[in-house]
């Protein structure tokens, strides 16, 4: 093979004759890589669905010149296959493109669709820690005038369908209030995440997905929301911390189970439990317990409670009469009281 040619060297040719479909086979992932090392393509920052990672790639562009407003906002990638999934980023242009189309390929090329991002929102989640995406955005409200109301009052009216990557973050925006507004410094416009279409653009493990959001225009409130972060419902992570209580340590803590310990067959017995630290009693809720029934043979279960602290237990074959199970409580795995519960005949 000459050195100028740019096909693998380990692939070797088939001579054209009747043969043409086995040649194809042969080379058509080949071809297109020499297509990348041409100036057909061009290179991009390809990132991950949070930004945290990035490489460089060589890939095609194609719809450059798009013919309507809206086609100009797309475009479509030409990928060396296995190279990107749904969710994913290219960096081009000096703009985000978020990659919305299931990916495929005719097996010389992977074929993606990519959306222009808009702008980026941000939002906090359970923990306070303030999670930042860039996402598509299209009007869904694109003839309303922009106001409702009555004679009395007048709110500002607006939405949006947002497209966003699919992930664990991003699965944590439904119902939150982020700023969505053309001024990043100083944002004003507020809008409300009321809609997620979490299962329409999901396309498995391998190709990725993306999440559709409605996102409804809401009122700025300078108590809560904080404009210079870019973030609305402002939690302090560092408030949010010291509120969470303080729970003590299991090493400390007994426990007992009040209940009769002969369960009668077909008939139901309650059990209860209660804990002390030091030799005073402790509240339910300080302490992250779970039942556990050890037992050779079925025994029905029903945990109740505003605290899981009742478990409702009942047997129902005679066979078992004479037989015995233990009745358990477990704090962060450690089991803290048991009790023998002997299977008896009704009287």
Same mark, same amino acid.
């Given at each position: 093979m000459k050195d100028w040619y740019l096909m693998d060297k380990t692939t070797r040719p088939n001579l054209l004759g009747g043969y043409e479909n086995d040649a194809y086979l042969d080379y058509r992932e080949d071809s297109f890589a020499e297509?990348?090392?041409?100036?057909?393509a061009t290179t991009v920052d390809l990132y991950?669905?949070?930004?945290?990672?990035?490489?460089r790639i060589r890939c095609v562009i194609q719809g450059r010149m798009g013919d309507t407003q809206l086609k100009t906002l797309e475009r479509i990638g030409l990928f060396l296959i296995g190279t990107v999934r749904a969710g994913m980023y290219i960096y081009y242009q000096?703009?985000?493109?978020?990659?919305?189309?299931?990916?495929?390929n005719n097996g010389t090329y992977e074929?993606?669709?990519?959306?222009?991002c808009q702008c980026k929102i941000k939002w906090q989640n359970d923990e306070g820690k303030i999670i930042e995406?860039?996402?598509?955005?299209? %009007?869904?409200?694109?003839?309303?005038?922009?106001?409702?109301g009555n004679q009395y009052i007048i709110l500002t009216s607006n939405n949006f369908t947002i497209l966003l990557p699919d992930d664990d973050d991003t699965a944590t925006l439904d119902n939150k209030r982020v700023f969505i507004d053309r001024n990043i410094h100083n944002p004003k416009k507020v809008f409300q995440i009321t809609r997620s279409d979490d299962i329409l653009y999901l396309f498995g493990e391998t190709h990725g997905g993306?999440?559709?959001f409605i996102a409804d225009k809401n009122e700025l409130d300078l108590d809560h929301d904080r404009p210079d972060l870019g973030i609305c419902d402002y939690i302090d992570p560092n408030q949010l911390s010291s509120d969470v209580p303080n729970k003590p340590s299991t090493g400390?803590?007994?426990?007992?189970? %009040?209940?009769?310990?002969?369960?009668?067959?077909?008939?139901p017995r309650y059990y209860t439990v209660s804990f002390r630290e030091n030799g005073a009693e402790i509240s339910l809720s300080s302490v992250s317990f779970e039942w556990k029934v050890d037992s050779d043979f079925p025994v029905s279960q029903d945990v109740t409670g505003e605290h899981n602290e009742t478990i409702k237990l009942s047997a129902s074959d005679k066979n078992r009469i004479g037989k015995s199970f233990k009745l358990q409580i477990f704090a962060d795995t450690k089991l803290i009281i048991e009790k023998e519960i002997n299977i008896i005949d009704v009287m």
């Open positions: 297509t990348l090392q041409t100036n057909i991950s669905s949070d930004l945290s990672e990035c490489k000096d703009r985000y493109w978020l990659i919305t189309g299931y990916p495929d074929k993606a669709t990519l959306s222009l995406r860039w996402c598509n955005g299209t %009007s869904a409200s694109k003839y309303d005038t922009g106001r409702t993306i999440l559709s400390n803590i007994t426990g007992s189970i %009040s209940g009769n310990s002969n369960l009668k067959i077909g008939i």
